[in-house]
Each structure stands twice: as structure tokens, then as C-alpha cells.
């Protein structure tokens, strides 16, 4: 289990600060608040790994909270020595990663001072912070049945892929009316910018998918500074796109300078060395917790909003085989591999959180602060997490239901639709993650509800066929 040790130092007024702890609730039972927890002083002895009485200091153990080592031999070994010297609780300070506290407690009946696991880094900021002089009590508070940040991701997702279909839409207009000028026409597709998905394609892209998320789960510490490389660069370009159409709608500031025999807008220059500088600080500043967060999430709806405006769908086919494997996807690094890793965790949460205790986190998640303070935030993350697939895959759909509503002149329903569908499957997904406690692919839920709204909307309309096989004028005219 999880839980707080909170420590406070001797100052006027006293410093406080909490630190995470894992302990066994079958061994003891911590209180549920500050209310009723006993402090004790802090007896640092990190030199000693405690487990020969012999290494006991005489008397300076005496009701006290200890602090030793992790070494060779048993939590319970080293507790009943402890506790045999008058100490009150016992902490173990561990280097490598926390893991739960399993040691056959039938052999230790006698043993009966809280017992609990801390990183080693949290005792050295613990003396850094509060000083030499620190007393400190363990609580175990209740988990929060619902976090508010849940409601932010929730927003975030539903807006970026409600805009990102929309925008699909607004380009497949243009399209439609570029049609009646073959003039016109030509200019129009030198300017797009598009790549369109076939079924061979669509496979080939989760199979590579599959391949990195493997290549990562191994040599993650080599490539994660590959992946917030790539990020860099395309968050920039995709904020670039996204803050370009807005700006192109303003008829002010359209001053021109030549360059290389071409003609371009001042205010564009300035627009890109604002997105890359977005960028840059972003790389340099990514692990500063306080506000990090906040450019990282505008980066990545920016990447989203492009990624799913630029990569169209042909049709409901290639939907359904994209959204049909990324779902196998998704089940399977997380609900499968646990099986077949040696430490038991899903492929996928280990690249998640950094596998094997690396501190660098891959920057393809929304980010959101949790609101309500747990054990979890200070054990676990800290944030509310929904990957960039999470919202693009299902974006995709969307924005093909957008674009056959403009080719059918549909009156939206298709769109609309679908995007309700996201909002109801994103509600779904956060009422099955409060009931499990824990992390959900969102895909499991996701990816049903849109495609069964999309298919019974066609249905309904009489119109699955076309739906399916995409319009004549986007199998005549897509490159």
C-alpha cells in the first residue's frame, strides 16, 4: 500500500514537507489522518543496513523513527531488531525503485512497529530541506474516489478532436469548391498538404507502432531523447499550421518582404520563431513540474489538431481496420504482457512511467495536475495522464464522419454523432478507471462507442454503403 511520511523540521515556524512511503497494511494499520498519527525524531543511520544487532548503536534507537539501509536481509529481520532496541518505526531507504513490502509475516508475530519502504533520494532531501533535527509520523489517507483533473483532460480531448474534425471539414470544403475550376484545381492540390490512409498503410503503421513501443520497453534510456527530438520538431511545425490558419483569417499585417525569389508575410517569419521557441523551451525546462506541463499540452493538442486535419481517412474500411488493431493494440501491452514480463508489468505502463526507474517521461501524453492530494500523488504520478493516441485515433474517425457530412451535405449529423460518442466512451473510460483503480487503455472504450455511433448513424440513413466505401469524390480526386 501507499502512504505519507510527513516530516517536520524544528524551524519558527516549522518547515514541513511529505514523502512517499509503500508499506504492508497486513502487517500494520497506519492512521487515516494527521489527527490521530504520533511523531517521533528522525534517527538517520543510512550508514547501517541493520541486519545484526550488532550494528545497533546503543541507546539511539531508544522511541524512535529509524531510518536504515536496504540490505541482504529481510524488512521484518531488520524491524524485529528495531523494535528490539526501542525503536518506534522503522524505514528502510532504498536506492532502486520502490517495490511492495512481501515477507512472510508468520515467522515475525511479535513484530509490531510500522514498518515502511522510502527513497534514499527523499531522505537526503529531507536533511537538505528540514535539516538535521526532524521529527516525522506515517498516515495512510483514503484515495480520493474521483480527481477533478480528470475533468480538464476530459475538455482538452473532447475540444481537440471536435476542432481537429472540424477543420478537416473546413479543408474538404475548400476541396469541393476548388472542383469547378481545373485552374483552380491544380493550385489547390500543390497546396495540400495531406497524406490519405489505405489498408496496406494502415497496417504497416500499427505494426510499426508495435516495433517502437518494444524497441522503447528495452532501450528506452537511448531513445526516449529521440522521441522528445521528434516532438520538438513536429509540435513546432503543428503549432506553426494551427496558429497560421488563425492568423491567415486576419486581413491586418500582410506586409511582404522577398526572399529567394518568393514573397513572404512578415508576420509568418515572427509566427515561426515563436513556435520554435515554444519548443525549445519546452526541451530545456520539460522536467520543471510547476508549469511544464502546460506548454507540453498546448504543444500536443497543436500536434493532434495537425496530425488529424493533415492524415485523412479514405473511408469507414480504413477506420475500422485502424481503430479494430490499435484496440488489439492497446489491450494487449497493457492487459497481456504483464504475463509474459519478468517483473510482471504491462509493456505499456513501463514506457509510460520510464522503465526501470528513468527519470526522463516520453512526451506523448496531456499532462494535467492532480487536484485532490493523495499517497498516490507523491508514489505515483502526480498527473492526470490520455495519450496523444487517445485522441488522435479516434480524431480520425471523426474527421472522416466531418468530411463525408460536407460531401453529402449531411447537415453534420455524421460529426456530430461521433463526437458525442468520444465524450460518452472518454465518461466511460473515467468511470471504469475510478471502479478499478487502475490505469485504463482508453481505446477499450473509445473505439467501440465511435464505431458503433458512426455504423447504426449510416445505417439509420440508409447510407452504410457509400459510408463504407467513401464518396466518388474522394476516390476520384484524393492523391
Known amino acids: 500500500d501507499e502512504g505519507i511520511l510527513h516530516a517536520s523540521g524544528n524551524g519558527v515556524p516549522p518547515v514541513t514537507k511529505d514523502y512517499c512511503i509503500i508499506y504492508n497494511s497486513n502487517w500494520v494499520s497506519l492512521p487515516k489522518s494527521l489527527d490521530n498519527a504520533t511523531f517521533r525524531p528522525l ?3 543510512t550508514s547501517t543496513v541493520l541486519c545484526n544487532s550488532s550494528e545497533v548503536p546503543s541507546g539511539s534507537m531508544k522511541d524512535k523513527a529509524v531510518v536504515v539501509m536496504r540490505g ?32 512472510n509475516k508468520t515467522d515475525f508475530e511479535d513484530v509490531t512497529i510500522p514498518v515502511a519502504l522510502i527513497r534514499y533520494s527523499d531522505i537526503v532531501d529531507m536533511q537538505l530541506t528540514l535539516g538535521s533535527e526532524v521529527n516525522v509520523t506515517l498516515y495512510s489517507p483514503p484515495l480520493p474516489e474521483f480527481d477533478y483533473s480528470m475533468v480538464v483532460i476530459f475538455l482538452i480531448a473532447v475540444f481537440t478532436v471536435a476542432l481537429g474534425g472540424y477543420w478537416s471539414g473546413v479543408a474538404e470544403l475548400e476541396n469541393l469548391k476548388a472542383i469547378a475550376s481545373p485552374g483552380e484545381r491544380e493550385t489547390r492540390r500543390k497546396k495540400e498538404e495531406n497524406v490519405t490512409f489505405t489498408p496496406v498503410t494502415v497496417i504497416l503503421f500499427v505494426v510499426i507502432c508495435c516495433v517502437m513501443l ?54 509568418l517569419i515572427f509566427l515561426a520563431v515563436f513556435c520554435i521557441a515554444a519548443a525549445v523551451v519546452w526541451a530545456v525546462f520539460r522536467n520543471e513540474d510547476r508549469w511544464a506541463w502546460i506548454l507540453q499540452d498546448i504543444l500536443g493538442v497543436a500536434f493532434c489538431l495537425n496530425f488529424i486535419k493533415t492524415l485523412k481517412m479514405p473511408n469507414f474500411k ?12 492497446d489491450v494487449f501491452f497493457v492487459f497481456i504482457t504483464p504475463f509474459i514480463t519478468k517483473n510482471g508489468a504491462s509493456i505499456m505502463v513501463e514506457v509510460a512511467a520510464g522503465p526501470f526507474g528513468n527519470s526522463e517521461k516520453l512526451p506523448v501524453v496531456i499532462r494535467v495536475p492532480r487536484l485532490e492530494y493523495s499517497a498516490s500523488t507523491l508514489c505515483d504520478m502526480p498527473f492526470s495522464l ?4 487517445d485522441i ?13 457530412d460536407v460531401q453529402t451535405s449531411s447537415s453534420s449529423v455524421y460529426y456530430i454523432s461521433c463526437t458525442i460518442a468520444y465524450a460518452i466512451g472518454m465518461v466511460l473510460t473515467f468511470v471504469v478507471l475510478a471502479l478499478m483503480k487502475m490505469g485504463q487503455p482508453a481505446l477499450l472504450y473509445l473505439v467501440p462507442c465511435t464505431l458503433i455511433t458512426s455504423s447504426l448513424v449510416a445505417w439509420r440513413r440508409k447510407e452504410m454503403k457509400k459510408f463504407w466505401k467513401g464518396s466518388n469524390y474522394q476516390v476520384g480526386w484524393m492523391p
Open 43 to 45: 534517527e538517520n543511520l
Open 72 to 103: 541482504n536481509c529481510t524488512f521484518l529481520e531488520k524491524a524485529r531488531i528495531a523494535q528490539s532496541s526501542g525503536a518506534k518505526i522503522l524505514l528502510i531507504a532504498s536506492k532502486p525503485r520502490l517495490s511492495p513490502l512481501s515477507d
Open 214 to 267: 518494444v524497441l522503447l520497453y528495452f532501450f528506452y534510456k537511448w531513445l526516449v531523447y529521440v522521441i522528445i527530438s521528434v516532438f520538438c520538431l513536429a509540435s513546432a511545425m503543428s503549432l506553426y499550421n494551427c496558429l497560421a490558419a488563425l492568423i491567415g483569417q486576419i486581413p491586418f499585417g500582410q506586409c511582404r518582404i522577398a526572399c529567394c525569389n518568393k514573397s513572404i508575410e512578415v508576420r
Open 318 to 329: 480504413s477506420c475500422v481496420i485502424l481503430l479494430g488493431l490499435l484496440l488489439l493494440y
Open 386 to 389: 490520455l495519450g496523444f493516441g
Open 392 to 404: 488522435i485515433v479516434p480524431g480520425l474517425l471523426v474527421a472522416y464522419c466531418r468530411r463525408f
